[in-house]
């Protein structure tokens, strides 16, 4: 009795086996294949090539600013480049501070040239000097000495004979008091600090150009394309079922 079940049993796997084989060989002939088969084809007609997905190459685009276009921009106007970038906020900072700098140096020369025709006029009323012609380099002598002889007597102690001014009308000053000469030194280095300031905001705006160079390359940069030459992930299908990871890098 255990042998005829035994013998039962392998009769009905057998036949089992024999169905899904002509099962197969019927799907095979009639056209009728698995999910993969449908997508891929037959084995004979597939093609490796296929399990690489490819991106597809970015094409032109609008928005794709040139970070030497960028940077020129910005170095002969501060917030030109940011603008060209699409960042308008980073372009009205530097270029409000482009022209804050400008208004302060036209400031400071302003109040200078306000103060140096000042103490020139002070001088010319309190210790007689004639203005016109001379250089900066008198009006400080005229400052330290109350007037022409005790500077030239000053000089010739000193062995600096090419320094002294003629004793005429021309050159001449003598100040009416101690307190006028102090007044008129008050008055010419408040010329010269303003002067110098001046000059000190030209060193800023000059500054401000190459920051903001430097920021809109870097806005040029992050507005632009992502970097080709990295390593991309992707997954694949194969025929008769299964799935296959693809790694890309480009160089």
């Known amino acids: 009795m255990k042998h005829r079940t035994t013998r039962f049993t392998c009769t009905i796997i057998g036949f089992i086996i024999i169905f899904a084989c002509f099962g197969s060989f019927a799907s095979e002939r009639n056209g009728i294949d698995n999910p993969a088969r449908k997508q891929f084809g037959p084995a004979a007609s597939f093609d490796r090539s296929f399990l690489i997905q490819e991106e597809p190459s970015p094409g032109p685009s609008v928005n794709n600013p040139s970070k030497g276009k960028a940077f020129m921009f910005s170095l002969v106007l501060p917030g030109a480049g940011e603008y060209y970038a699409g960042s308008r906020k980073m372009a009205r900072i530097f270029f409000g501070v482009e022209v804050f700098l400008w208004a302060a140096y036209f400031s400071f020369r302003s109040y200078g040239n306000w103060k140096r025709d000042d103490y020139r006029q002070f001088a010319a009323v309190h210790a007689g000097v004639d203005p016109s012609g ?118």
């Open 134 to 251: 001379k250089d900066h380099t008198y009006f400080v002598d005229v400052e330290n000495y109350d007037n022409i002889r005790d500077y030239n007597q000053a000089k010739l102690q000193q062995r600096d004979v090419d320094a002294m001014y003629p004793e005429t009308g021309e050159y001449a000053w003598d100040w009416d008091s101690e307190a006028s000469r102090k007044t008129f030194e008050s008055l010419r280095l408040s010329s010269d600090t303003a002067y110098k300031r001046s000059l000190f905001v030209i060193g800023g705006v000059v500054l401000n150009h190459v920051i903001s160079a430097i920021d809109a390359v870097r806005l040029a940069r992050k507005a632009g394309p992502p970097n080709p030459n990295r390593m991309t992930v992707g997954v694949a299908g194969i025929p008769h079922g299964g799935m296959m990871v693809t790694i890309r890098k480009s160089f």
